[in-house]
């Protein structure tokens, strides 16, 4: 369930269009793929060695609070929740989007796919509050069924393979500028490998099995992208899969037909389903760790009957629905203020990388009598390449949204204060 949490968080609705941003790049797009690639496994090993030494709810969160403090843990803990049900409102808008294959009404009538998106929040909603074993077994589920189409179409497009269609660099372009452009773009597939270290408390033995969910997941989501990527390329003329708003779905109907592209439509609904599943279980349980610290309000730490962290659950469901409804009513300004929080988003998603990459040493630092020199050598290495992959991941994501996701968390600043003044009056 942990693996699946992994790969079906990190495989949401991006992986069906990538190829066809990377089209234009040609066979460099392999070489950014094993850099970034390489980038994650090493972030994928730094949360594998702080889940093993600190296996505690929270994630992200819980590490950089024992690594940096409470103002470090508040602060991150602010900005990823944040982040994680702004993140959920757009994985909503993904899948009503793919639903217009089934239901074109779906493209023209925005109040009934502001009614669809809202219905679908409140569907995983009503799945993550009867417990974590209810949302494990979906995002195996969901995690099984968009892997099947995906799988097809990577693997038997190698049967059609034609290797004039795969040039290394098909328009000339510099080498490291169009290598900056596929990291870039790539970056963003491997959002969410930090997955299975959020809900520790709720996972049976959590020091063995959080480390391999999140090595193993990382890796198999990292194999179906490249192996995907130059699948494509093959089956597909590079202009052809460039101009694809579609490329898996289109691929499918060059192989086997409309029933191919119908089979991957609803793999790319199921596969936005069920990372909404996993984050919206994320988005209860990283602000009630901070509430078990004292960092955030006591009410994010109450639970049901069934463990659940409701309050939290609850409220950031809230939230994306307001978030829904600013897009769906508000017109083009709506749709602004929604691509807006989104961009917010994105910086403060990729900055507890960064965090935890630093984090790993200083909690080894801090109990220094239980690890070697030598102990030091792997973490120090994958710590710092994840530590130059997180800064490159921000820096790729552009000036202007690293600029708001400072003032986003700047924002939290008064929320820190008012923590402080409840805890000392409780004292």
């Known amino acids: 369930m942990c693996t699946a949490l992994v790969v079906g968080n990190m495989i949401g609705s991006g992986v069906f269009l990538l190829p066809a941003s990377l089209a234009p790049f040609g066979g460099v797009s392999m070489l950014g793929w094993l850099l970034t690639s390489g980038g994650a496994i090493c972030l994928a090993l730094v949360f594998a060695r702080l889940s093993a030494i600190l296996p505690r709810e929270g994630g992200p969160y819980a590490y950089i609070h024992a690594g940096f403090g409470d103002f470090a843990g508040f602060w991150i803990a602010w900005g990823y929740w944040i982040a994680l049900w702004a993140g959920n409102a757009a994985l909503a808008v993904a899948a009503t989007s793919y639903m217009q294959v089934f239901f074109p009404v779906l493209g023209h009538n ?130 052809v899969l460039a101009a694809s708003q579609a490329p898996f779905a289109d691929a499918a109907r060059l192989m086997w037909g409309d029933w191919g592209y119908w089979a991957v439509g609803f793999g790319a609904v199921v596969s936005c389903f069920g990372a909404l599943n996993g984050w919206s279980l994320m988005q209860a349980h990283v602000p009630a760790a901070a509430a078990k610290d004292g960092l955030f309000p006591r009410r994010f730490g109450q639970r049901n009957a069934a463990g659940v962290p409701i309050f939290g659950l609850l409220l950031s469901s ?110």
């Open 318 to 427: 809230g939230l994306v629905t307001v978030l829904m409804a600013m897009k769906y009513a508000g017109g083009d300004s709506g749709v602004k203020i929604f691509e807006f929080i989104i961009l917010l988003a994105t910086a403060t998603t990729l900055l507890p990388y960064a965090f935890c990459s630093m984090a790993l040493i200083a909690i080894m630092l801090m109990r220094g009598k239980a690890f070697a020199p030598k102990d030091y050598v792997a973490p120090g290495f994958f710590a710092g390449i994840g530590f130059v992959y997180s800064l490159w991941a921000l820096y790729g994501s552009g000036a202007d949204i690293v600029m708001w996701g400072m003032l986003l968390l700047l924002l939290g600043l008064p929320i820190y204060v008012w923590q402080l003044k409840e805890r000392h009056a409780a004292e």
């Open 110 to 239: 925005e109040p009934l796919a502001g009614a669809v998106a809202i219905g679908l929040i409140w569907i995983v909603t009503w799945i993550n509050s009867r417990g974590a074993r209810s949302s494990g077994v979906v995002a195996v589920v969901t995690t099984l069924l968009k892997l099947l189409p995906l799988a097809a179409v990577t693997f038997i497009g190698f049967f059609h393979f034609q290797p004039e269609n795969l040039a290394f660099n098909p328009h000339n372009k510099p080498l490291l500028s169009s290598l900056s452009a596929t990291m870039a773009l790539t970056l963003w597939a491997f959002l969410g490998l930090e997955s299975a270290s959020v809900p520790a408390g709720d996972v049976v033995e959590p020091e063995k099995t959080i480390p391999r969910a999140t090595v193993i997941g990382t890796l198999l989501a990292t194999v179906l992208y490249i192996l995907s990527t130059v699948s494509l390329m093959g089956l597909m003329p590079a202009d």
